[in-house]
């Protein structure tokens, strides 16, 4: 029994180990693709989550608690995105971006970030404050000149 406890605790720190750590940083891990990181709060702080796989140009809907709940957002090297309000990301509502990293996470970030207004109603969003309003994303790949590249 004992040989059995100690061998379930050397599997866990080895799959731990191998696993990339989920940081604060949104550049700190070393990542197998492109993707965004996340936080509910500012600088970072409270709930995060990294979305892998964000750099084909689909429209992704943030989960809860980050649906319009999302205060720093930082795209990956090597990524721009555009930031919806609206879960489709059609380019006829009003989006914020293009973001490149670091991203967004300070007041200040948001207000100085592009804001393109749409041909539809802006729902009452103003361009500095985009904070906790973002729905939606997508993202692609841009090369060093942040241009995009397919």
């Known amino acids: 029994m004992l040989l059995d406890l ?12 191998g696993a990339p750590a989920l940081t604060q940083d949104p ?10 990181f996340v936080a509910t709060d500012l600088n970072w702080g409270g709930d995060t989550l990294w979305i892998p796989d964000a750099s084909n140009g689909s429209c992704i809907v943030l989960p809860a608690p980050f649906y319009q709940g ?9 990524i721009a995105c555009s930031l ?6 059609d380019s006829r509502n009003p989006s914020f971006g293009p973001l490149r990293t670091p991203g967004v996470s300070t007041p200040a970030d ?15 969003i103003a ?11 997508n993202c692609w790949k841009v090369g060093e000149a942040g241009l995009r590249v397919d």
């Open 84 to 89: 919806w309000y609206h879960d489709d990301c």
């Open 6 to 17: 100690f061998a379930v605790i050397v599997a866990a720190v080895l799959s731990v180990r």
């Open 27 to 36: 550049q700190a891990a070393e990542r197998p693709t492109a993707g965004v």
């Open 70 to 78: 999302t205060s720093s957002f930082g795209p990956d090297k090597g």
């Open 110 to 124: 948001w207000s100085n970030a592009t804001y393109n207004p749409n041909s539809l109603d802006n729902n009452g």
């Open 127 to 137: 361009p500095n404050s985009w904070d906790k309003q973002v729905t939606a994303f």
